[in-house]
């Protein structure tokens, strides 16, 4: 049974952790960077460290962890070594179970959550590119290139003992088919498959939402599917797409709402009007078991799912 299964047996919704890169800019980071999260690896891992258990402290049931924009690649254009680049992304994994150990260690009432696990980032080779192509999904590759991309990343977070992959920010089918058929080199590991979205149908490469959750329906190691980094107002018809065409659990965990600009790497628009615990407790009524948020959203804000997640029966 996978990790996502043996939770949902025992409760209604997993609740999923918020941003990370944004919270590091909050306790003063500068991520403006290629590596953007991944750079705090090396300056400030401790800090990583805080923000995961902020987030569990807060009600999630699960640390992403701070191996999104991390390459083998990325780290030797650094300077680093491929071992050292190794080292940084497994240390992601490490941090984010030293976190949750010591938190669950120190959690009196066991029975009312499920002790959290650990996901294993896996961005799309357009946070590589660091030119915001993960929301566009226009890199010209093949399968086989992109299997051979991640394939040094996925071994080290796997060896590094994640209890599964959280495959984020996908923007292309291509891009999940590659990861899939990667994954079936690491049979006992499961992942939950997320894309960015353009509107309330399409995934970021223009493909219908309902397709790509067809075609994934049938993968044996994806436990969960859905969308991240996408408007909330997306959200609804988004979960109705998936929903067709799927029997697995649906993930959602949008943005605030704001626009990401990747040439000046900033923020731009109205937050969203709705708070995230309202919009989440809405999400889960249309279908969505694991909910959370991505860029721009807080431990404030996952405290508010917490508070009427865990009295939903």
Same mark, same amino acid.
């Given at each position: 049974?996978?990790?996502?299964?043996?939770?949902?047996?025992?409760?209604?919704?997993?609740?999923?952790?918020?941003?990370?890169?944004?919270?590091?800019?909050?306790?003063?980071?500068?991520?403006?960077?290629?590596?953007?999260?991944?750079?705090?690896?090396?300056?400030?891992?401790?800090?990583?460290?805080?923000?995961?258990?902020?987030?569990?402290?807060?009600?999630?049931?699960?640390?992403?962890?701070?191996?999104?924009?991390?390459?083998?690649?990325?780290?030797?254009?650094?300077?680093?070594?491929?071992?050292?680049?190794?080292?940084?992304?497994?240390?992601?994994? &490490? #941090?984010?179970?030293?976190? $949750?150990?010591?938190?669950?260690?120190? *959690?009196? %009432? =066991?029975?009312?959550?499920?002790?959290? !696990?650990?996901?294993?980032?896996?961005?799309?080779?357009?946070?590589?590119?660091?030119?915001?192509?993960?929301?566009?999904?226009?890199?010209?590759?093949?399968?086989?290139?992109?299997?051979?991309?991640?394939?040094?990343?996925?071994?080290?977070?796997?060896?590094?003992?994640?209890?599964?992959?959280?495959?984020?920010?996908?923007?292309?089918?291509?891009?999940?088919?590659?990861?899939?058929?990667?994954?079936?080199?690491?049979?006992?590991?499961?992942?939950?498959?997320?894309?960015?979205?353009?509107?309330?149908? &399409? #995934?970021?490469?223009?493909? $219908?939402?309902?397709?790509?959750?067809? *075609?994934? %329906? =049938?993968?044996?190691?994806?436990?969960? !599917?859905?969308?991240?980094?996408?408007?909330?107002?997306?959200?609804?018809?988004?979960?109705?797409?998936?929903?067709?065409?799927?029997?697995?659990?649906?993930?959602?965990?949008?943005?605030?709402?704001?626009?990401?600009?990747?040439?000046?790497?900033?923020?731009?628009?109205?937050?969203?009007?709705?708070?995230?615990?309202?919009?989440?407790?809405?999400?889960?009524?249309?279908?969505?078991?694991?909910?959370?948020?991505?860029?721009?959203?807080?431990?404030?804000?996952?405290?508010?799912?917490?508070?009427?997640? &865990?009295?939903?029966?």
């Amino acid at each position: 049974m996978n990790p996502i299964e043996r939770i949902l047996k025992d409760f209604p919704v997993i609740i999923l952790d918020g941003a990370l890169s944004t919270e590091l800019e909050r306790h003063g980071c500068n991520i403006d960077d290629p590596l953007w999260s991944a750079k705090i690896l090396m300056e400030n891992p401790g800090l990583i460290g805080k923000v995961h258990t902020d987030y569990f402290e807060a009600g999630a049931d699960c640390a992403i962890t701070s191996s999104y924009q991390a390459s083998i690649d990325g780290f030797v254009k650094q300077g680093l070594s491929e071992a050292q680049a190794t080292d940084l992304i497994q240390n992601s994994v &490490r #941090i984010a179970v030293r976190a $949750r150990d010591a938190f669950w260690d120190t *959690w009196q %009432d =066991k029975s009312a959550r499920p002790r959290p !696990l650990v996901a294993a980032s896996v961005g799309p080779y357009g946070a590589y590119l660091a030119d915001g192509s993960e929301y566009r999904g226009d890199y010209r590759l093949t399968e086989r290139e992109l299997i051979e991309f991640h394939r040094p990343r996925v071994k080290a977070l796997v060896e590094a003992g994640a209890d599964l992959l959280a495959c984020e920010t996908i923007p292309s089918l291509l891009e999940a088919k590659a990861i899939v058929a990667l994954l079936q080199e690491f049979p006992k590991m499961c992942a939950w498959m997320s894309f960015s979205a353009k509107d309330g149908e &399409r #995934i970021s490469s223009g493909e $219908r939402m309902d397709e790509c959750a067809e *075609w994934l %329906d =049938k993968q044996r190691q994806i436990a969960a !599917l859905g969308v991240n980094c996408t408007p909330p107002k997306y959200i609804p018809s988004l979960i109705h797409e998936i929903g067709k065409k799927t029997q697995k659990p649906i993930l959602v965990y949008p943005n605030s709402g704001e626009q990401y600009a990747a040439g000046t790497r900033t923020w731009h628009g109205a937050v969203s009007e709705e708070s995230l615990g309202c919009s989440a407790k809405a999400w889960y009524g249309q279908g969505a078991r694991l909910i959370g948020g991505c860029c721009r959203t807080t431990p404030d804000d996952i405290r508010s799912i917490f508070s009427w997640a &865990r009295n939903t029966g």
